[in-house]
């Protein structure tokens, strides 16, 4: 290498050390020890395996306060092989560049060693050929503790006109012009530069390009072998040394070799997203650890600028839980959660649950005026449209702020086409330009912007001039623990501290949050859980959603003079009290019920007229003193009473929302409020009785004349943006209530967690009639036919819509625990009552479009009943197997096993479990026993014939028929086991019976054929004979033949019979007659024809004297004889 290595130079770099030490003072802390191969935490990543240096401002710091700043007192280096030491003050920001803190140098001046004052020193020697620094500044980001030949080392040494690298060697250095200082202190770049061959390759946010010599007489080396400082470089009092640094540094990683292609992709793309900086103009993909891209540019061409998102790659050792790209002009910021936070650190490790998960986004450079007409929704957009990128992102609640919010609302816009074309999802921002949403509605390649609509001025039930608002579902945030950290007031009038630990909960009324109070302290003492406000205000009216075990709800920062703490919405006593804090001054009406949540509400209209209302119903009150209105700095969750033992007691319980007022409001303005409050959390008004006005005051949600006799538990959806409600899901919480509603096709776990929409003033609500929830009525399965009893529910439920837009819905029925599960269905009738739909929950849900469910039309449930069904099979299964017979039990058993299959299937429709019930029925009642197995076989056998069957055999069976018989008549009756014995005689008899009838029909047969002997051949006519007789004798004389000899006998009449062979010898007989009374003389003839005369006459007389001749043998010699005849000559 350049540099020298004998003894003699280092220790001439140590006493340059201790020189350095004494010029530049004395050390603030020890140099941190030296790690020898581990580094600081987690394993390096596998791109970060070569790494000699790796210092980035996230891990691995330590700091102290500062009064309002904080000083860094060490930095680890994460590959363990560099200890450092914190010369002078270095600062440190907790959210330096994109919520990424930073390490900030200051106080430098120049480049002599009387300008370095604050840095961090190195302990051990690096080598460097390539690397990266995230910065901000001028100067020199790393440099060397010692001079080399002429001055200190430069890497990343950002001078008035260009970003170098030089090896201390004078004029020997390569500049990149195109990096100067202002840019370097306009805003955070990652710089990337790579010496190891020349010119050398330069980086800067992942743009390649090339830095040249400064002179090409003096070449660079390909590497530089130096100790590392970071924010100057020693080059003692040479005049031609780097500048030392001042700005802000986040982060530096440094390699002896050049870094590969595949790993610095996989560098860009985890600085650029953690940094908000887009990469290479938009010009390049971002990789993950594992070189798989998660932004890619051609797939997003057009949306390259402002790329930003949050992700999790722990191969980088990265989660970016908040981002908003630092690019010039960027307006959005994303984070992980409910809430926008000071720095990344702030929320909790695993806020992205799934690793290589990211939420990315782009934008189309448009223009940020809100010039472009969204029609379906009247509003005006951005130019700027913006495009979402999800990798494997486990949905959660994700929080999107715009800056620069104006007067007017503005709502984030989110649809499939970038011209949001349709209708897109519309989302209002709240006053600070924040949205959250869950990221399920934030589709991979959905594209977003924000549109802007005239303001409709927020508040309660569209009522202005409140003095508190406090509603958790806005403004409150918790921290990962569940616990409150702030609760806005929506009027912006008072500032709360969080004191104790109130928790909040998401999920606890109606799907709307709510903040939990636990006050241990007694009443003569502070509370020790409450929030408490700057201002003083006025109350006058008011009204508060709570569920309360005991104490105050809304107190006072401080006690009345000679009394003690004021009291709003205080349980005591079983009354619900407002007191202004004057000794025994108090006004409230009867209430006990810590069981749910209740709207309560106090108008000390006069002194001596103030009036209570509970759930929307006039109270009759209960008044000690006159009460104007109360002046009072409010406390939420308590009061304070300066030790007096009057005091209230501190609150226990639940609060969802704080409304008050410093003047009495109109009954229209109260029932605006009151319908507002009632929606949102799932309350009836006053039994039924008040109309719910929307805020507009004009509006009905739901109204009584209209839904008479239907006034208990009424709930709804709808949207009322002068209120800034949006109810997408909701359930009465009155008791009994079992009806939920949701807007879409599922029911969220919470409202928040809903990202549908309506339009705004647009209301569904239902009510029911009183019925209790008891299945005692019927309806018809099949309407058409009228066929199959389902049991319906007495609870009926009417529809109000009021502007409702159509879309789809989802019921859920609160069902009961049947034991076996039934099939519900939700039966709709229309509003004249004519027609009859039913429709079939799953697991108790039903989503479909709400035009099926049209104003004034009422619904209920019923269910399939399998009570008759359970009985029977009940009753079978009581059954034993040994007192029926195999197969009537066998058949009883499938009828059985169909039977619980319906009865076991909770999908199984009226129509088939009143299938299952006949045949299981029929099977039944089929059952036989043995007994009448027996009766059946003794009536079968009695009415076989007699005499078709031996003697012998029949005697056996006899004896068996009388056997059962005896049984059949035995008391007490016989046993299964006796009968089936007896049975089995009866068969095994049956089997041995001897049968005679075919050998006796043969018998018969043949005689009957009155057969002659003289036209048989006489052995053929013998063999007949005999066999007759032998089945003669069979059948006549032995009662006792056996199967086989009976057998034998008809086989052998069947085979003589069939043998029997037929002769006719008439015609020679009376051919040979003929001739014989002719006189023939032997003279007569020839010799020859005389001998053959003579030969054919022998033939034909032995034939007719042969008995066993054959009648071929017979007409053979007839012929032979007429031949011979006629051939005499």
């Known amino acids: 290498m350049f540099l020298q290595r004998n003894q003699f130079y280092w220790r001439k770099q140590l006493a340059l050390l201790l020189i350095v030490a004494l010029v530049f003072g004395s050390f603030s802390g020890v140099i941190a020890p030296q790690k020898a191969e581990a580094a600081p935490g987690d394993p390096l990543p596998s791109w970060a395996s070569k790494a000699v240096l790796w210092l980035k401002a996230d891990a691995g710091v330590t700091t102290a306060p500062n009064g309002s700043t904080t000083n860094l007192t060490g930095w680890e280096d994460q590959t363990g092989k560099v200890g450092f030491q914190v010369q002078g003050t270095v600062g440190y920001q907790a959210s330096g560049t994109n919520f990424n803190p930073v390490v900030t140098i200051s106080g430098n001046n120049k480049n002599l060693a009387a300008g370095l004052k604050n840095y961090l020193s190195g302990n051990k020697q690096v080598e460097y050929a390539d690397g990266y620094a995230v910065f901000k500044g001028n100067g020199t980001v790393v440099g060397s503790v010692h001079k080399m030949k002429d001055y200190g080392v430069a890497v990343f040494g950002s001078e008035s006109n260009y970003l170098g690298v030089g090896n201390g060697v004078s004029s020997t250095y390569y500049m990149y012009s195109s990096f100067n200082s202002g840019t370097a202190k306009a805003r955070h770049h990652f710089t990337g530069y790579d010496i190891s061959r020349s010119p050398a390759n330069v980086s800067v946010n992942g743009k390649s390009d090339k830095a040249a010599l400064s002179s090409k007489s003096n070449p660079m080396p390909t590497s530089l072998e130096f100790t590392p400082m970071i924010g100057g470089s020693n080059g003692e009092n040479i005049s031609a040394n780097w500048n030392h640094y001042n700005g802000e540094i986040a982060e530096v990683i440094l390699f002896p070799e050049s870094i590969a292609t595949a790993n610095r992709s ?22 993950d650890s594992n070189g798989i891209p998660f932004w890619s540019k051609d797939a997003n061409t057009g949306y390259g600028y402002r790329i930003a998102g949050i992700g999790k790659d722990s191969g980088s050792g990265l989660e970016q839980k908040q981002s908003k790209s630092q690019e ?3 307006l959005v910021t994303i984070a992980a959660g409910k809430e926008i936070r000071n720095s990344n650190k702030d929320f909790a490790s695993d806020s992205i649950v799934n690793d290589k998960s990211f939420l990315m986004f782009g934008d189309n450079n448009g223009a940020t005026t809100y010039s472009k007409d969204v029609v379906n929704l009247k509003l005006k957009r951005m130019d700027r449209v913006f495009k979402f990128v999800k990798t494997n992102l486990a949905d959660q609640d994700v929080t999107l702020k715009l800056d620069a919010i104006g007067t007017k609302p503005i709502s984030l816009l989110i649809s499939d086409n970038p011209e949001f074309a349709g209708k897109p999802a519309a ?85 709307n949050p709510a903040v939990t109070f636990k006050n241990t302290t007694k009443a003569t003492q502070d509370p020790n859980e409450f929030l408490k406000g700057d201002k003083e205000i006025q109350f006058k009216d008011g009204y508060a959603v709570f569920k309360q075990e005991a104490g105050t709800v809304v107190g006072s920062a401080a006690p009345r003079r000679g009394g003690y703490g004021v009291g709003l919405f205080t349980g005591w006593s079983n009354k619900l009290w407002v007191g202004n804090g004057v000794l025994h001054t108090y006004h409230g009406f009867p209430f006990r019920d810590a069981n749910r949540y209740h709207l309560a509400g106090f108008d000390l209209a006069n ?29 939420i969750g308590g009061t304070f009473g300066g030790g007096n033992r009057n005091n209230w007691d501190h609150y226990k319980g639940d609060v969802a929302e704080v409304i008050l007022f410093p003047a009495s409001k109109t009954e229209l303005q109260k029932q605006q409020i009151e319908g507002y409050l009632a929606l949102k959390y799932g309350l009836t008004l006053n039994q039924g009785k008040t109309d719910y006005v929307a805020s507009n005051g004009a509006d009905k949600m739901w109204t009584a004349a209209g839904n008479a006799g239907y006034g208990k538990r009424i709930t709804g959806i709808g949207r009322d943006n002068g209120s800034h409600l949006l109810q997408k899901q909701s359930k009465s919480q009155e008791e009994g209530a079992s009806v939920t509603i949701a807007l879409g096709n599922e029911i969220k776990t919470t409202n928040a967690e809903n990202t549908n929409s309506v339009e705004d003033l647009s ?97 209920s449930f019923a269910k399939v009943h399998k009570d008759e069904l359970q009985a029977k099979i009940s009753g079978v299964q009581g059954l034993t197997q040994d007192s029926y017979t195999p197969e009537s039990w066998a058949t009883l058993q499938k009828a059985l096993a169909d039977a619980k299959t319906v009865l076991d299937d909770p999908k199984a429709t009226q129509e088939k479990v009143d299938a299952a019930l006949p045949v299981l029925e029929t099977a039944r009642q089929g059952l036989g026993t043995w007994a ?17 069957y031996t003697t012998g055999s029949r005697k056996e069976l006899t004896d ?62 013998q063999a007949l004979q005999d066999a007759l007789t032998e089945a003669r004798n069979v059948l006549n004389n032995k009662p006792n033949a056996t199967e086989s000899e009976v057998k034998a006998a008809k086989d052998a009449l069947e085979a003589a019979r069939a043998a029997l062979i037929a002769v006719n010898k008439t015609a020679l007989q009376e051919k040979v007659d003929k001739i014989n009374s002719e006189g023939l003389v032997e003279t007569n003839f020839s010799p020859e024809s005389w001998a053959t005369y003579q030969k054919a006459w022998d033939s034909a007389v032995a034939v007719l004297n042969d008995p066993n001749a054959k009648q071929a043998e017979v007409d053979e010699a007839l012929k032979a004889l007429e031949t011979a005849r006629n051939g005499l000559v």
């Open 763 to 859: 209301f569904f609500t239902f009510s029911d009639n009183g019925g209790t929830i008891k299945y005692e009525d019927s309806i018809k399965e099949i309407q058409q036919t009228q066929q199959h009893d389902l049991k319906l529910m007495k609870r009926e439920f009417k529809i109000q819509k009021t502007k409702w837009q159509d879309a789809d819905i989802t019921l859920k029925l609160d069902t009961t625990e049947d034991n076996p599960a039934v099939l519900y269905y939700l039966v709709i009738r229309d509003a004249a009552r004519t027609t009859t739909e039913l429709v079939k929950l799953n697991e108790g849900k039903a989503t479909f479009n709400s035009s099926k469910l049209g104003n004034g039309y009422v619904f």
């Open 328 to 330: 010039a002009e960027a």
């Open 932 to 948: 009448d197995k027996v009766r059946a076989k003794v009536a079968e056998i009695e009415g076989m014939k007699k005499g078709d």
């Open 266 to 287: 996989k560098i860009e793309g985890y600085l650029a997203l953690k940094y908000g900086i887009t990469l290479n103009g938009g010009q390049s993909d971002y990789v």
């Open 960 to 1021: 068996a028929l009388d056997a059962a018989n005896k049984l059949l008549e035995k008391t007490p009756a016989a046993s299964p086991t006796e009968l089936g014995q007896a049975l089995s005689k009866l068969d095994m008899a049956k089997v041995a019976l001897v049968d005679l009838s075919q050998l006796r029909d043969k018998e018969a047969e043949t005689t009957a054929e009155n057969l002659k002997a003289d036209g048989y051949t006489q052995a053929s006519w």
């Open 607 to 635: 002194s001596s007229d103030s009036q209570g209302r509970l759930d929307g119903s006039p109270q009759t009150m209960t008044k000690n003193k006159t009460i104007n209105e109360i002046t009072f700095t409010p406390v």
């Open 427 to 511: 989302l209002p921002l709240d006053s600070t330009g924040k949205v959250t949403i869950n990221s399920d509605a934030l589709n991979h390649g959905s594209y977003f912007t924000f549109a802007e609509g005239d303001r409709i001025t927020t508040a309660p039930g569209g009522v202005n001039g409140a003095s508190l608002w406090l509603k958790a579902d806005e403004g409150a945030t918790s921290s990962a623990k569940g616990e409150l950290t702030d609760w806005a007031d929506q009027t912006n009038t008072n500032q709360f501290t969080v004191v104790g630990t109130p928790q909040y909960k998401n999920d606890a009324v109606n799907f």
